[in-house]
């Protein structure tokens, strides 16, 4: 009779990864039908049972996950993202799940891959990432890879074949903020595109914006007059609308990817003119809401944050802990739409 062998000897035996024989014995992640056939006759071989045990005791242990974070990308990303990440640290808190956040502010992605360095070196090989500038982050992030780090990106990434990314698909967001303009002006107009940085250095930026004129473009009358970049503070935004607003007075709607529609709303609203021009942003934050109640802002395209900062520690987590892989590269977020109708079942207020 053969001797009863861990996993771990399994493993070796088969020259096969724990990982994978962890896939065929939780039914979980793709496996080829020879692999799993192997996997399953040499757990039958060896007698290998699941110690249930040895994994409760498992949980004892203290799995650290480290968080880069971005401050001020839009106003509510910071405390949204970090209380999805708490609400995972408060579930397996029991199983040993612990947290080291830094964060740091957008327009200052130097500091990024000092901070991931930072976790390296306090001996953090799990982390979670929202990239504030992708060239800035890339060789960093690859250096970790190479040295044995798991690095899920939040909501922003590097652009790479392997990822693991949590967030939305800003193409699609793009595209769905585009359908709402052409719906909201079927007589067509002038329309004016606000971004926060240039779309040769940010992607999300960049896909938000085409997949914007993608579908917009399929609504006979809409015109884009002008892609304005490197859109960074409230002042900057409004003043910059002020002057399209001067050179175009029969301007009919705002897509702002700047993430300062509140500001541009209360401009506008100020100035009398709410509900004249239709306004189009992201997320259903705190100082956007009143304007989306008296329908200034005519609509959000929405994302939960907090479920994706949830989702990207969990399955972190079960990765340290079980061996449970990610089943796929990219993991996007429901897209819903807020209107004034419908705000207060939205936000994080």
Same mark, same amino acid.
């Given at each position: 009779?053969?001797?009863?062998?861990?996993?771990?000897?399994?493993? +070796?035996?088969?020259?096969?990864?724990?990982?994978? @024989?962890?896939? /065929?014995?939780?039914?979980? *992640? %793709?496996?080829? $039908?020879?692999?799993?056939?192997?996997?399953?006759?040499?757990?039958?071989?060896?007698?290998?049972?699941?110690?249930?045990?040895?994994?409760?005791?498992?949980?004892?242990?203290?799995?650290?996950?480290?968080?880069?974070? @971005?401050?001020? &990308?839009?106003?509510?990303?910071?405390?949204?993202? /970090?209380?999805?990440?708490?609400?995972?640290? $408060?579930?397996?808190?029991?199983?040993?799940?612990?947290?080291?956040?830094?964060?740091?502010?957008?327009?200052?992605?130097?500091?990024?891959?000092?901070?991931?360095?930072?976790?390296?070196?306090?001996?953090?090989?799990?982390?979670? @990432?929202?990239?504030?500038?992708?060239?800035?982050?890339?060789?960093?992030?690859?250096?970790?890879?190479?040295?044995?780090?798991?690095?899920?990106?939040?909501?922003?990434?590097?652009?790479? $074949?392997?990822?693991?990314?949590?967030?939305?698909?800003?193409?699609?967001?793009?595209?769905?903020?585009?359908?709402?303009?052409?719906?909201?002006?079927?007589?067509?107009?002038?329309?004016?595109?606000?971004?926060?940085?240039?779309?040769?250095?940010?992607?999300?930026?960049?896909?938000?914006?085409?997949?914007?004129?993608? +579908?917009?473009?399929?609504?006979?009358?809409?015109?884009?007059?002008?892609?304005?970049?490197?859109?960074?503070?409230?002042?900057?935004? #409004?003043?910059?609308?002020?002057?399209?607003?001067?050179?175009?007075?029969? &301007?009919?709607?705002?897509?702002?990817?700047?993430?300062?529609?509140?500001?541009?709303?209360?401009? #506008?609203?100020?100035?009398?003119?709410? *509900?004249?021009?239709?306004?189009?942003?992201?997320?259903?934050?705190?100082?956007?809401?009143?304007?989306?109640?008296? !329908?200034?802002?005519?609509?959000?395209? !929405?994302?939960?944050?907090?479920?994706?900062? %949830?989702?990207?520690?969990?399955?972190?987590?079960?990765?340290?802990?079980?061996?449970? $892989?990610?089943?796929?590269?990219?993991?996007?977020?429901?897209?819903?739409? #807020?209107?004034?109708?419908?705000?207060?079942? %939205?936000?994080?207020?």
């Amino acid at each position: 009779m053969q001797k009863r062998m861990s996993l771990e000897e399994i493993s +070796e035996e088969i020259n096969i990864s724990r990982t994978t @024989i962890y896939k /065929v014995i939780n039914n979980k *992640g %793709y496996v080829t $039908e020879n692999t799993r056939k192997k996997v399953e006759k040499a757990l039958e071989k060896y007698h290998y049972v699941p110690n249930y045990n040895a994994r409760d005791l498992a949980r004892n242990r203290e799995y650290i996950i480290g968080y880069v974070g @971005i401050l001020h &990308l839009s106003p509510y990303f910071a405390r949204t993202a /970090v209380k999805g990440l708490e609400r995972a640290q $408060e579930e397996f808190r029991d199983h040993g799940l612990k947290l080291v956040i830094r964060e740091s502010e957008f327009l200052e992605p130097e500091k990024q891959p000092e901070q991931l360095q930072e976790l390296y070196d306090e001996g953090i090989r799990n982390i979670i @990432i929202a990239v504030a500038k992708s060239s800035v982050v890339r060789d960093k992030v690859n250096e970790l890879r190479g040295l044995g780090c798991n690095i899920v990106y939040l909501n922003r990434y590097v652009e790479e $074949e392997h990822r693991i990314y949590v967030g939305p698909d800003y193409y699609q967001s793009g595209r769905v903020a585009g359908e709402l303009m052409g719906k909201l002006l079927p007589g067509g107009g002038q329309i004016l595109v606000l971004l926060t940085n240039s779309m040769e250095i940010d992607s999300a930026v960049k896909d938000r914006c085409e997949g914007f004129i993608q +579908e917009s473009g399929k609504y006979q009358g809409l015109e884009i007059v002008s892609v304005v970049e490197n859109i960074n503070s409230d002042r900057q935004a #409004v003043e910059c609308v002020e002057d399209y607003m001067k050179e175009y007075p029969n &301007l009919a709607g705002i897509y702002d990817v700047s993430y300062k529609l509140a500001s541009v709303a209360e401009m #506008v609203w100020n100035k009398g003119i709410g *509900g004249s021009i239709r306004l189009i942003g992201f997320d259903c934050y705190e100082e956007v809401v009143p304007y989306l109640r008296n !329908s200034t802002v005519d609509a959000v395209v !929405s994302q939960d944050l907090v479920g994706q900062a %949830y989702l990207a520690a969990k399955s972190l987590f079960e990765q340290m802990c079980y061996g449970r $892989e990610f089943e796929k590269k990219d993991h996007y977020a429901k897209l819903g739409i #807020v209107m004034s109708t419908n705000v207060d079942y %939205y936000g994080d207020y």
